[in-house]
């Protein structure tokens, strides 16, 4: 029983339903008199409603009800939010412009909800939404982040002159000015995230059953964190009070940060339930997916880095035009500020730094957190950046990074975080042995004998996790706190249930969570049952993303334990007759210390609910509740090294190695880290070589199917060498830091790096797609 506990390679718990088909998804939840709802979405990009006509729609076969946006606020549905506040420099709060579940008045991107029509079948209702006849004046729309601030811009929201939602900034400026005025040395570069779709496997979906006789609400969601949908679908948007909605996320298949916000979909279900007497599901299709779902990246940043003599930062000043579109989605206020610009210190001990961060409108689909969320965006700017600056004076890119490593601990950055831990070096020489970079040389020379043009480029990443304590995120504008709750509940047969306000989307948590239960009391994993997902089976916790799941969701689940641990040994030293102190648990059994004195686990388990037997003044049961805020964030962090050869002829990027070092602190579950690891560097690598959103001047989005938006496929990857060394997290009991991102912030400049020096430039957009190279090869403009 030993082998399944924390640190063991155990095989996830989950994957043998879902690999037999037997995952329940909300498209697999079936509620009787059910019905399907369709949404007549916009076709323009920015346009006046002038008339909507539903009377075709209403007549046709099967439909149950056309409903709009005048509808929906005479019921007193509230607009959507963005839950972190965020204040200019000037000390004004951010501008942000409303956003109706259905548009009534004004459209703002292509797929803007308008009208939903139910009726008996998913053909049936999407009929009818086709036959809804909305008129429109089409207005003048901008797609491009800077474009929107120009004065001949179209003004996108009335809240929001010259289309500037927020004018932020963080660091020093007078100090950052003085040390590149003073500085041997800048590097100045332009440097652009390209916008990406997150195309989770499972499109999005929502089921909304208002039980009349109950005056009930139920939504079944691909939520992330459900509690906190329930919440906010209660408390600002006005669905149902708190206490008669149940939301349940069941199965989810994949997130990625874009399942973690409320859409108008899960809103207007539950309403139209109502509304229509029926329960109303709907399920995205994936062109709705890359139309609707909030985008990923999208920042225009222009970059100033400045060295000594002595080739060691001194300043490092940014200025970035973050595209955050039509509308403020839940977390995209925090993306583009304090989850970007506070991790752009880096691995580096870099004195003074000064970011300035415009956010902005304009008439594309809503931009908020994608994994990493704001730590790719600074990691790429960073590490193309120094990067170049090794290439401009000549040093090794490595001893570059090396010489500038921060190597005393804690240390306070001049951008907000205090970094608890880590040994940046060990990551670096790591990777630098596992991708022999001494023998690249020879490697290079004979690709050119083949014709091949062969590059070599690094990252090193840092990247902040367990987003909290919940007094410093509120302090900064965060809207809820960020702690995690945990339930331990040891049944009368010795069987334990452990209820969780993180949520499991391909994580793993059924398998890792159960793996610290089996560490501390010696049962059996498969007699351990993970509960997550269901507002009505587990009290209320914030949800999974940010990689907090291990270093919040378990430290709640330590803490629990520790109550479930103190009450077991007073119950086992009573049946015992021993001292309390000499209480240990070893393989399933409470045994008094040096004897062979013990009781079997499931038999403790048992005398605590029959309560014969128990010390005087105890309550029965064996139950307990926790709730863990962290103390500060924890700060992962690696080295990365890519290795392309790229066909000249033709511009093809082949990846002919990666390697991945990090630092995680302590692991529950090496397979699972490595599958999360390998997961992140293709999602990276797919950014890097393939994925682009592309829209047209008019706002029409070009990249709306997979025949137009190309997603990494496994020979476009090589097999990833991946390695983990360890400085443990001092600020959390289990010493983790988090995995879960990590492969998305550190690869993609490590490619880009790698092609522009197997091409010999300075810089070329991401994705390098072969026709993107071969220009640059060339020397002509894409």
Not at 765 to 772: G, N, Q, V
Request: hydrophobic share 40%; aromatic share 8%; glycine share 10%.
């Amino acid at each position: 029983m030993g082998i399944e506990g924390v640190g063991a390679r155990v095989a996830r718990k989950e994957d043998k339903r879902f690999i037999t088909g037997a995952g329940r998804y909300v498209d697999d939840m079936v509620v009787p008199g059910m019905k399907h709802a369709a949404f007549v979405r916009s076709p323009h990009a920015h346009a006046e409603i002038k008339k909507i006509d539903v009377k075709k729609a209403q007549a046709m076969p099967g439909v149950i009800g056309v409903l709009t946006g005048k509808e929906l606020k005479a019921d007193g549905i509230g607009n959507l939010i963005c839950g972190w506040m965020i204040h200019s420099k000037d000390g004004s709060p951010m501008k942000m412009g409303a956003w109706s579940p259905l548009a009534f008045d004004r459209v703002r991107y292509v797929g803007d909800a308008v009208v939903v029509v139910v009726a008996e079948t998913k053909g049936q209702a999407r009929d009818a939404a086709e036959a809804v006849d909305i008129s429109y004046e089409e207005l003048k729309a901008v797609v491009d982040a800077p474009k929107a601030l120009e004065r001949s811009a179209p003004q996108i929201h009335p809240e929001a002159d010259g289309n500037l939602i927020f004018d932020w900034e963080l660091g020093d400026s007078a100090a950052t000015n003085a040390a590149i005025k003073a500085a041997a040395h800048i590097t100045r570069m332009k440097i652009v995230n390209n916008r990406l779709v997150p195309n989770a496997m499972e499109p999005r979906a929502a089921l909304g059953h208002y039980d009349k006789a109950e005056d009930h609400y139920t939504c079944w969601t691909t939520s992330q964190n459900p509690h906190l949908a329930r919440l906010v679908m209660s408390a600002f948007y006005n669905v149902a009070p708190e206490n008669k909605l149940r939301v349940i996320a069941p199965d989810v298949g994949g997130g990625f940060g874009s399942k973690i916000y409320i859409y108008p979909e899960e809103i207007i279900c539950l309403w139209a339930s109502k509304k229509t007497g029926v329960p109303v599901k709907w399920v995205a299709d994936r062109t709705e997916s890359f139309l609707t779902d909030a985008h990923g990246r999208d920042h225009v940043s222009t970059v100033e880095m400045a060295f000594d003599k002595d080739n060691r930062i001194t300043g490092l000043k940014v200025d970035t035009i973050a595209n955050l579109g039509a509308y403020m989605s839940l977390f995209s206020s925090c993306v583009p500020t304090y989850l970007y610009a506070t991790l752009l210190s880096g691995q580096y001990d870099i004195p003074a730094i000064h970011a300035n961060v415009r956010a902005v409108y304009t008439n594309t689909a809503p931009v908020d957190a994608y994994r990493g969320a704001g730590r790719p965006e600074a990691t790429y700017l960073l590490e193309r950046t120094i990067e170049t600056a090794a290439r401009e004076m000549g040093v090794s890119p490595a001893e570059l990074r090396r010489k500038n490593f921060i190597t005393s601990f804690p240390h306070q950055t001049p951008v907000i975080m205090n970094y608890d831990a880590g040994d940046y070096a060990a990551s670096l020489d790591a990777a630098m042995a596992a991708a022999d970079y001494a023998g690249f040389a020879q490697r290079k020379a004979d690709a050119a004998n083949r014709g091949k043009l062969r590059g070599i480029g690094m990252s090193c990443y840092i990247e902040a996790c367990g987003l909290a304590p919940s007094a410093a995120v509120g302090s900064l504008g965060a809207g809820v706190g960020l702690w995690e709750s945990a339930e331990v509940r040891v049944n009368a047969a010795g069987t334990i249930e452990v209820l969780t306000g993180s949520h499991s989307h391909g994580q793993g948590h059924e398998t890792t969570f159960a793996q610290l239960v089996n560490q501390r009391f010696g049962v059996p994993i498969d007699s351990v049952s993970i509960v997550h997902g269901d507002t009505d089976k587990v009290q209320m916790g914030m949800g999974t993303y940010g990689s907090r799941s291990g270093a919040v969701g378990m430290s709640a689940v330590v803490k629990a334990l520790d109550k479930v641990e103190a009450k077991a040994k007073k119950i086992a030293a009573h049946l015992l007759e021993a001292d309390e102190g000499d209480i240990v648990i070893e393989n399933g059994a409470l045994k008094v210390a040096g004897t062979d004195k013990q009781v079997p686990w499931f038999q403790m388990a048992l005398a605590a609910y029959t309560a014969h037997n128990l010390p005087g003044g105890m309550e029965p049961g064996l139950k307990e509740t926790s709730f863990y805020d962290p103390s500060n964030f924890t700060f992962p962090a690696g080295c990365y090294v890519c290795e392309v050869e790229i066909d000249p002829e033709t511009g093809v990027t082949e990846v002919v190695q990666f390697v991945a070092a990090d630092d995680f602190g302590n692991i529950i579950n090496p397979m699972i880290v490595e599958g999360q690891v390998h997961g992140g560097v293709a999602q990276g690598i797919g950014q890097a070589l393939l994925e682009g959103t592309r829209y047209d001047a008019s706002g029409q989005l070009l990249t709306a199917s997979y025949m137009d938006y190309a997603m990494p496929r496994a020979d476009d990857l090589p097999s990833f060498k991946v390695s983990t060394s360890n400085t443990p997290c001092p600020g959390n009991p289990l010493g983790i830091k988090g995995c879960g991102e990590a492969g998305a912030i550190g690869s993609p400049p490590a490619v880009i790096n790698a092609i522009t020096d197997a091409i010999g430039i300075t810089d070329i957009a991401m994705p390098a797609s072969p026709s993107t190279v071969w220009a640059a090869i060339r020397g002509t403009k894409h």
